[in-house]
Structure formats: structure tokens, C-alpha cells
Nanobody, 128 residues
Framework: QVQLVTSGGGLVQAGGSLRLSCAAS????????MGWFRQGPGKEREFVAA????????YYADSVKGRFIISRDNAKKTVVLQMNSLKPEDTAVYYC?????????????????????WGQGTQVTVSS
């Protein structure tokens, strides 16, 4: 059974940092692109960041560029979202996702429909 176990969420002050991890099992990790999405209170789930199978290409939402870094360790089957300079607007439940990417391009990787599997999510709360 495919599992994406997300961890690392918590409460942090504005300007602080947090590191989210997603551990994958039950799938050939190297064959999947990985993404991070988030859903704030009363909002739709939105794209945050994505990374290609080898880690050679990364994609970020404009709202997090320069602050967040996505990375992956294919040997450990783990994807990480390092979040720096956090703002209250970053408060949300964060989800990792795996997609058997059939197409290239940023638009494809930013779409929820491009992902096949989803983690359970972890809460991130940023206080002012």
C-alpha cells in the first residue's frame, strides 16, 4: 500500500523556520515527481512547490519563492520542504503528494490533478 507520511508541522513565530518531511513507501520513489500543497482555513488546496524525479528541476508558487526550498533524497525515499521567513499567511495544513508525471512543464506540476497519491497532512501555524 502506498503511504506518504508527513511530519514536522507545528507552531512557529513569524520570521522563523520549519522543516517538513514526507516519507514514502509502497512505490518506486524515483519514478515519481513530488509536490507540496497547502490548504488554509476556508481556502482551496493550493500549490506550494514541486520537484522532478531526479531533483534536477524545482517549481515554486510565487508566494513562497525565495523563502521555501524543496528537496528530495531518493535513497531515503524522502521529500523535504524547508520553510524560512515564515509569515502568518503561511498558516495551513501542508500535504505532500506523488505524481507519475506524464508531461513536463510548471503548469502541469502545479495542478492537483497531476498527482496520484497524497499524504495525511501536517498543520503549520505561524503567529504574528
Amino acid at each position: 500500500q502506498v503511504q506518504l507520511v508527513t511530519s514536522g508541522g507545528g507552531l512557529v513565530q513569524a520570521g522563523g523556520s520549519l522543516r517538513l518531511s514526507c516519507a514514502a513507501s509502497g512505490l518506486a520513489f524515483i519514478t515519481y515527481g513530488m509536490g507540496w500543497f497547502r490548504q488554509g482555513p476556508g481556502k482551496e488546496r493550493e500549490f506550494v512547490a514541486a520537484i522532478s524525479r531526479t531533483g534536477g528541476s524545482t517549481y515554486y508558487a510565487d508566494s513562497v519563492k525565495g523563502r521555501f526550498i524543496i528537496s528530495r533524497d531518493n535513497a531515503k525515499k524522502t521529500v523535504v520542504l524547508q520553510m524560512n521567513s515564515l509569515k502568518p499567511e503561511d498558516t495551513a495544513v501542508y500535504y505532500c503528494a506523488a505524481g507519475s508525471f506524464a508531461y513536463s512543464g510548471s503548469a502541469y506540476r502545479m495542478s492537483r490533478a497531476s498527482y496520484n497519491y497524497w499524504g495525511q497532512g501536517t498543520q503549520v501555524t505561524v503567529s504574528s
